[in-house]
């Protein structure tokens, strides 16, 4: 019957999902009971027409002949419909299916693959995966970033595609070994492409591989750097003769060095044991070491030097050692070196064979450095001579009198309006005019127009009724011979008084000029003879104090301690009185402590070596200690930088200079030295509240040696650029300073 269903209605009826069938127009011709929720979901029932949405799919089913598939909800379920066209008729059989779990496993699926997507892309290596024909279907943004490329511009694709120059690469070999015997695999190799070193990690998986990997780039240059590192280590030791050696207890190792191999002459491989060590000592040092090292173990330095027989060759050495303990006072581990010193060992024997030579050249040294003082010192009275004769000069030149024509100097007499009316025979011989010639010509005509100004000037005071005595100009001649003259000019008067003429009395000083030049010539090179003599005294000074601190106590030294090395002998073995030898050991003791005063009055190491901020503090704490009473406090506004090297002996023999006076002669209790910089100079200050002096008459003395060591302080001061002063009163203390510029141009 048309409408009716045309398949068996007890199957639809037993299926616990959906069916229903329906006419082309939406129809409702049948459902089975386990549609009712629907029908009632939808307001529908049979005969009635089916929703819009079932109704185009519908139709799309009848117009292709293919079934059509449709989800829709009922509650809480999610169903889906598949719309079957039934051959031959007009309908279309429609079959539902409960898909709410398998909706939810596609739902927790997404969620799950999200969260691998998320912590793929957090992680800090580089992770791709890649299916059997190593194509890659994931890349993090962290890996595709290190390769140089994107997410985007990698998936789906075959990697040796991408990434051609690494075909039969280690990385190649590592996945296909991966892939193909499904184990994990590493590899390790540069890209030159990327100019890269990468480490990856294939693990096998389902469809491919997986692969973690990581750009090694700074950890291989790292590791090149330690290796070049060291290289340059075994290098250095091997040119300064100077091995190593660490040992740590818990791993029962002991390292030694290439050097110490071979300085030890033991090859590599050679068992590393005390015993080894104690045959290698020569025998007579044998008990010695090992008492050494036996105080090192309970936590004593070890610092000594010893023989060692090396084949038929015996070496001194020596051994430093740090060794490192547990809170239990148990040897944890230790680094030392071992440096040969043989050849040291052998210049210090002939050192010995050279100390009385080098006291001879001190002495000799010595008295070079009295003979260039002395040769200095008369230097300087040369020159006080020589400029007390020009001020001899220049007064005699002031007080001659008014002379005329018999005169030796030209002399000019001129009127009020400047025309010459008379001059003597030396004014024509100077000037190279004949009288007739000059006489009634205007003066100006002798003067030089670039002084025609002042010249005038002078001629005006001399019209008022001043004389002007000793102006130095110049003349002109009449060949245009420029003359250098020492004028003095003087009004005349006449019967009333009132000035008539002006008389200038002109003194050649063409002769006196050069002489000045070369005065002031010879001053500057006695100020440069005088610089460099304190910059050589200074330099053997250094080089002596040098000396004496490296080398001649540097050997009482090794003296002394083999002295007491001997003194510690003796008291265990009774061989010898100890007491002689400790008088031998506190002789030598006073000769090095005289040895360091001499080196340090010679020029105090410590400036070259730490610099003169520094020297300065230990140079008061020396006074303090020296003199007992006395209080020196420093302040510094200055850095060590800022300071020339030029200038830090200067400082430093000022500030010796001033302090031993105040502490000698004055009895100062306390002394404040001052060093700073302001702008562009250096400022230097020693102030004392001892007794003070007259400073006139210190100058004043007739015995050369007072105030000498006042004079050296101004004489260096100013050598070296700078100015100096003192101030003193008796009762009221001393104020000695100093300052330096040009501190850019230093």
Same mark, same amino acid.
């Given at each position: ?327 239990? @006072? ?139 005595? &000793? ?105 010898? &009185? ?32 730490? @610099? ?135």
């Amino acid at each position: 019957m048309e409408g009716q269903p045309l398949f068996s209605e007890s199957f639809p009826e037993e299926n616990p999902y959906p069916v229903m069938r329906s006419t082309r127009r939406g129809e409702l011709l049948y459902a089975n009971r386990a549609a009712g929720r629907l029908l009632e979901q939808w307001q529908c029932q049979v005969g009635a027409r089916l929703p819009e949405a079932v109704q185009s799919k519908l139709a799309a089913a009848l117009e292709n002949g293919s079934p059509q598939k449709l989800e829709l909800g009922c509650g809480e379920r999610e169903l889906e419909f598949v719309l079957v066209p039934v051959a031959g008729q007009d309908h279309v059989n429609i079959y539902g299916y409960d898909i709410t779990e398998h909706k939810s496993a596609q739902k927790a699926l997404r969620e799950a693959h999200e969260r691998l997507r998320k912590i793929m892309g957090s992680i800090s290596d580089g992770f791709m995966g890649l299916d059997r024909q190593c194509r890659v279907t994931f890349v993090n943004e962290k890996g595709a970033r290190d390769l140089g490329q994107t997410r985007q511009s990698m998936l789906g694709r075959v990697l040796w595609e991408i990434f051609p120059e690494a075909v039969g690469s280690e990385f190649e070999n590592a996945y296909r070994q991966a892939m193909n015997e499904r184990v994990a695999t590493t590899a390790e190799s540069y890209y030159l492409p990327l100019k890269a070193w990468f480490e990856a990690r294939a693990y096998p998986s389902e469809d491919g591989i997986s692969v973690f990997f990581r750009d090694v780039t700074d950890r291989k240059t790292v590791e090149q750097n330690l290796r070049e590192v060291q290289a340059d280590l075994n290098r250095a030791q091997a040119v300064g003769q100077i091995g190593s050696w660490r040992l740590d207890v818990q791993r029962d190792e002991l390292l030694w060095s290439d050097e110490n191999h071979r300085i030890f002459g033991l090859p590599r491989g050679t068992p590393l044991t005390y015993e080894t060590f104690l045959s290698i000592v020569y025998p007579e040092d044998r008990e010695y070491v090992d008492r050494k090292w036996t105080a090192a173990l309970r936590g004593k330095p070890y610092d000594i030097e010893h023989r060692i027989i090396v084949g038929e060759t015996v070496k001194w050495v020596r051994e430093r050692a740090e060794l490192e303990f547990d809170e239990q @006072g148990g040897l944890k581990g230790g680094f030392g070196t071992t440096q040969d010193i043989t050849a040291r060992k052998q210049a210090e024997a002939k050192l010995k064979q050279s100390e009385e030579a080098l006291r001879r050249a001190n002495e000799q040294l010595e008295a070079m450095v009295r003979k260039r003082t002395v040769e200095l010192e008369g230097t300087v009275a040369t020159l006080k001579v020589e400029i007390a004769a020009r001020k001899k000069i220049q007064a005699q030149l002031h007080q001659i009198s008014r002379v005329f024509m018999d005169a030796a100097d030209p002399i000019i007499i001129e009127d009020l309006s400047g025309m010459i009316v008379d001059m003597n025979r030396e004014a024509e011989t100077a000037y190279e005019w004949r009288r007739e010639e000059l006489i009634g010509k205007s003066i100006t005509t002798l003067f030089l127009p670039e002084r025609l100004e002042v010249a005038m000037q002078m001629r005006e005071r001399c019209s008022r009724g001043e004389e002007v005595r &000793n102006w130095e100009s110049s003349r002109k001649a009449k060949s245009g011979r420029i003359i250098p003259s020492l004028l003095t000019a003087f009004p005349l008067t006449d019967e009333s008084g009132g000035v008539a003429f002006v008389a200038t009395i002109c003194k050649d000083i063409s002769t006196r000029k050069k002489m000045e030049a070369r005065l002031q010539a010879s001053e500057l090179q006695l100020k440069e003879l005088t610089r460099k003599s304190l910059q050589a005294l200074e330099a053997d000074r250094r080089t002596v104090a040098r000396e004496l601190h490296d080398s001649v106590g540097g050997s009482l030294s090794a003296i002394k301690f083999g002295l007491e090395e001997k003194v510690e002998r003796t008291a265990d073995t009774g061989t010898c &009185n100890p007491a002689s030898l400790e008088a031998i050991v506190s002789d030598l003791a006073d000769a090095i402590k005289e040895t360091k005063r001499i080196s340090a009055n010679l020029r105090p190491l410590m400036i070259d070596d730490l @610099g003169l901020l520094t020297t300065i503090e230990w140079y008061a704490r020396q006074c303090q200690e020296r003199f007992g009473d006395i209080r020196i406090h420093c302040q510094f506004a200055v850095e060590e930088r800022e300071i020339p090297e030029d200038l830090k002996i200067v400082v430093y023999r000022v500030i010796q200079e001033a302090v031993t006076n105040a502490a000698r002669h004055s009895r100062a209790g306390t002394v404040r030295v001052s060093f700073g910089r302001q702008d562009n100079r250096l400022f230097l200050e020693i102030r004392d509240n001892g007794s003070g002096f007259d400073l006139s008459e210190i100058m004043e003395q007739k015995d050369p040696m007072m105030g000498h060591g006042l004079l050296n302080m101004q004489q260096r001061v100013e050598i070296s650029g700078g100015s100096f002063s003192i101030s003193s009163q008796a009762g009221e203390g001393t104020c000695v300073r100093a300052s330096f510029p040009n501190l850019n141009r230093r």
